[in-house]
C-alpha cells in the first residue's frame, strides 16, 4: 500500500446492526500521514472478543505488550534499552520481539541517531556497538475515540500514535442515551467509512465522557452534564458496533493522552486539570494511571475548600469547582462568559477591574486546590487544558502566590505548571489514547 492510498487499503466498511445511525454529514480528514504498510493478515474476528487478552496477535502474551507499550510510547528504542527498563535479559527481549517484528507491529530503521534518543525514559548510557533501533509501525491498527458531549459527540480515527487521520462530529438534538449512542454508532461508520476501514483494523473504540464511570461494567453511573444516571454505555455500544469499546471519564482519558502521547511522555507523576464549567483532574501515579477503586479518583473540582462558598453542582457548598469553574468566574465578573471576562479584563474602569478580580479569586482557590493535590501526590508536573485553559494566564499569579502559602516544603518553587492549549482534537484523542492502552494489553 502506497502512502497516498486509503488508510486501511480497503473500500467500504460494514455498518454495524443495531442502533440507528446519526447524520453522516461532518467528516473532514486529518493529516494525511499513514505509513505504508498495515497488513491485518490472521487478525479479522479476533478484536471483537474485547480487550482483555489484547491484540488477537503477538501482543496476547503481557511480557511482549509491556515490550510493545514501551516501544510505541518512548520509540525509537534499542533492544538494550527495552531489556534495561524491564529487566529482562537481552535475548529475552531479542525473543519476544521476533513475533511483532515479522508481523509489522515493530520495524527495524535502522542505527540510532541523537534525535533518535528517547527524551523521556530515565536516561540509558551508551551501550558500546552500534545497534538497530525499532520504530513502532503505527499504521498497523487503527483507533476511534468519541466525546460524548451536551450538544454533540465528536470522533477522531487515528492511529497508533494517536495521530488523528479523520475527524467527525455528529450534533445531538438530545442527551437522551440511546439518541448520544446511536449518535456514537454513526460517527463510528461514517469515519471507518471514508477512511476505506474493516472493522479488523481497529484496535478498539474509546469513549470518553464527563461523570462517573463504573470500571467493571463501563456503564455511566452519574453524568451531570448529561443527565445521565446508570446508563449502561460499553455493552450496548460494543454489541451494536461489534468491535471492543472501552469508556472512561474524559479527564482520564486526558491525563493519559499527554502521558503516552503528550507533553508527559517519560514523566512518572503527572495530574492534568481540565478547566472550564466543571474542573477535572487525571491522575497518573507511577507511570499509571490511578482511577480508584471506584473510578471516582481525580475529582478535584470537589475538594471542599470554602465551608461559606458558592453552592457546587454536587450539591454541597465551597468545592473548588463552585469558586473557579465558569459559572463562578461569570458570576464575579458579570459576564456571559469566560472569553467575555477576558475581553473585559483586558480593558480600563470598574467593570475591568470586577472581571480580573473575578480571574484572582479563581486563581487563588486554585492554588488552593493546587497545594492539596501537590500535597497529597507530590506530581512532577500539572498540565492545564480544557475549554477555559487560555484564561488561566489571568489566575496564574493569584494561583501561585496560594500555591506557595499552602505548599509543603517548598513544592511550589519545584513543580512544573504548564498549560496544553491546544484544544482541536483534545478530548477525542485522549478517548482514542484510552482504547489504544487497553488495545495494546497494557494495564
Ligand atoms: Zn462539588
Given at each position: 500500500?502506497?502512502?497516498?492510498?486509503?488508510?486501511?487499503?480497503?473500500?467500504?466498511?460494514?455498518?454495524?446492526?443495531?442502533?440507528?445511525?446519526?447524520?453522516?454529514?461532518?467528516?473532514?480528514?486529518?493529516?494525511?500521514?499513514?505509513?505504508?504498510?498495515?497488513?491485518?493478515?490472521?487478525?479479522?474476528?479476533?478484536?471483537?472478543?474485547g480487550?482483555?487478552?489484547?491484540?488477537?496477535?503477538?501482543?496476547?502474551?503481557?511480557?511482549?505488550?509491556?515490550?510493545?507499550?514501551?516501544?510505541?510510547?518512548?520509540?525509537?528504542?534499542?533492544?538494550?534499552?527495552?531489556?534495561?527498563?524491564?529487566?529482562?535479559?537481552?535475548?529475552?527481549?531479542?525473543?519476544?520481539?521476533?513475533?511483532?517484528?515479522?508481523?509489522?507491529?515493530?520495524?527495524?530503521?535502522?542505527?540510532?541517531?541523537?534525535?533518535?534518543?528517547?527524551?523521556?525514559?530515565?536516561?540509558?548510557?551508551?551501550?558500546?556497538?552500534?545497534?538497530?533501533?525499532?520504530?513502532?509501525?503505527?499504521?498497523?491498527?487503527?483507533?476511534?475515540?468519541?466525546?460524548?458531549?451536551?450538544?454533540?459527540?465528536?470522533?477522531?480515527?487515528?492511529?497508533?500514535?494517536?495521530?488523528?487521520?479523520?475527524?467527525?462530529?455528529?450534533?445531538?438534538?438530545?442527551?437522551?442515551?440511546?439518541?448520544?449512542?446511536?449518535?456514537?454508532?454513526?460517527?463510528?461508520?461514517?469515519?471507518?467509512?471514508?477512511?476505506?476501514?474493516?472493522?479488523?483494523?481497529?484496535?478498539?473504540v474509546?469513549?470518553?465522557?464527563?461523570?462517573?464511570?463504573?470500571?467493571?461494567?463501563?456503564?455511566?453511573?452519574?453524568?451531570?452534564?448529561?443527565?445521565?444516571?446508570?446508563?449502561?454505555?460499553r455493552e450496548p455500544l460494543a454489541a451494536t458496533l461489534d468491535l471492543p469499546v472501552?469508556?472512561?471519564?474524559?479527564?482520564?482519558?486526558?491525563?493519559?493522552?499527554?502521558?503516552?502521547?503528550?507533553?508527559?511522555?517519560?514523566?512518572?507523576?503527572?495530574?492534568?486539570?481540565?478547566?472550564?464549567?466543571?474542573?477535572?483532574?487525571?491522575?497518573?501515579?507511577?507511570?499509571?494511571?490511578?482511577?480508584?477503586?471506584?473510578?471516582?479518583?481525580?475529582?478535584?473540582?470537589?475538594?471542599?475548600?470554602?465551608?461559606?462558598?458558592?453552592?457546587?453542582?454536587?450539591?454541597?457548598?465551597?468545592?473548588?469547582?463552585?469558586?473557579?469553574?465558569?459559572?463562578?468566574?461569570?458570576?464575579?465578573?458579570?459576564?456571559?462568559?469566560?472569553?467575555?471576562?477576558?475581553?473585559?479584563?483586558?480593558?480600563?474602569?470598574?467593570?475591568?477591574?470586577?472581571?480580573?478580580?473575578?480571574?484572582?479569586?479563581?486563581?487563588?482557590?486554585?492554588?488552593?486546590?493546587?497545594?492539596?493535590?501537590?500535597?497529597?501526590?507530590?506530581?512532577?508536573?500539572?498540565?492545564?487544558?480544557?475549554?477555559?485553559?487560555?484564561?488561566?494566564?489571568?489566575?496564574?499569579?493569584?494561583?501561585?502566590?496560594?500555591?506557595?502559602?499552602?505548599?509543603?516544603?517548598?513544592?511550589?518553587?519545584?513543580?512544573?505548571?504548564?498549560?496544553?492549549?491546544?484544544?482541536?482534537?483534545?478530548?477525542?484523542?485522549?478517548?482514542?489514547?484510552?482504547?489504544?492502552?487497553?488495545?495494546?494489553?497494557?494495564?
Amino acid at each position: 500500500m502506497s502512502p497516498s492510498s486509503a488508510p486501511c487499503g480497503r473500500s467500504g466498511s460494514r455498518p454495524a446492526a443495531g442502533l440507528s445511525r446519526g447524520p453522516a454529514a461532518g467528516v473532514t480528514r486529518g493529516p494525511a500521514r499513514w505509513p505504508a504498510g498495515g497488513q491485518t493478515q490472521g487478525h479479522t474476528g479476533g478484536l471483537a472478543r474485547g480487550l482483555a487478552s489484547g491484540l488477537a496477535g503477538g501482543l496476547a502474551d503481557p511480557g511482549r505488550a509491556e515490550l510493545f507499550s514501551l516501544a510505541l510510547r518512548y520509540g525509537p528504542v534499542t533492544r538494550g534499552q527495552l531489556a534495561e527498563w524491564t529487566g529482562l535479559d537481552a535475548s529475552t527481549v531479542t525473543r519476544s520481539l521476533r513475533p511483532l517484528i515479522d508481523d509489522d507491529y515493530l520495524r527495524e530503521t535502522g542505527r540510532p541517531s541523537a534525535s533518535d534518543q528517547p527524551v523521556t525514559r530515565p536516561a540509558v548510557a551508551g551501550r558500546g556497538r552500534p545497534v538497530q533501533v525499532l520504530s513502532v509501525n503505527p499504521g498497523r491498527h487503527v483507533a476511534l475515540g468519541v466525546k460524548v458531549g451536551p450538544t454533540a459527540v465528536s470522533a477522531v480515527l487515528t492511529d497508533l500514535a494517536a495521530t488523528v487521520i479523520g475527524r467527525h462530529t455528529v450534533p445531538l438534538a438530545s442527551t437522551e442515551p440511546s439518541v448520544a449512542l446511536a449518535a456514537v454508532c454513526g460517527a463510528v461508520d461514517e469515519l471507518l467509512l471514508a477512511a476505506g476501514c474493516d472493522r479488523a483494523d481497529v484496535l478498539g473504540v474509546g469513549v470518553g465522557l464527563s461523570g462517573d464511570i463504573d470500571p467493571g461494567s463501563g456503564a455511566c453511573r452519574l453524568s451531570a452534564i448529561l443527565g445521565w444516571r446508570d446508563v449502561p454505555v460499553r455493552e450496548p455500544l460494543a454489541a451494536t458496533l461489534d468491535l471492543p469499546v472501552v469508556v472512561e471519564n474524559d479527564a482520564n482519558t486526558l491525563a493519559l493522552a499527554e502521558h503516552w502521547f503528550g507533553r508527559g511522555r517519560g514523566v512518572r507523576t503527572l495530574a492534568v486539570v481540565t478547566l472550564g464549567i466543571g474542573i477535572g483532574c487525571g491522575l497518573v501515579l507511577g507511570d499509571r494511571l490511578h482511577t480508584g477503586v471506584r473510578g471516582i479518583a481525580g475529582e478535584f473540582g470537589h475538594l471542599p475548600l470554602d465551608p461559606n462558598g458558592r453552592v457546587c453542582t454536587c450539591g454541597a457548598r465551597g468545592c473548588l469547582e463552585a469558586l473557579a469553574g465558569d459559572d463562578a468566574i461569570c458570576a464575579v465578573s458579570g459576564c456571559e462568559s469566560v472569553a467575555e471576562a477576558m475581553r473585559v479584563a483586558a480593558g480600563q474602569g470598574a467593570a475591568a477591574e470586577r472581571a480580573r478580580s473575578a480571574f484572582r479569586g479563581a486563581g487563588d482557590a486554585l492554588g488552593r486546590g493546587f497545594a492539596g493535590l501537590c500535597n497529597l501526590v507530590d506530581p512532577e508536573l500539572v498540565i492545564i487544558a480544557g475549554e477555559s485553559s487560555a484564561a488561566f494566564g489571568l489566575m496564574e499569579p493569584a494561583a501561585r502566590e496560594s500555591l506557595a502559602v499552602h505548599g509543603f516544603s517548598g513544592i511550589a518553587s519545584e513543580v512544573r505548571i504548564e498549560v496544553d492549549a491546544g484544544q482541536e482534537d483534545l478530548w477525542t484523542r485522549g478517548a482514542a489514547s484510552v482504547a489504544i492502552r487497553a488495545g495494546v494489553g497494557h494495564l
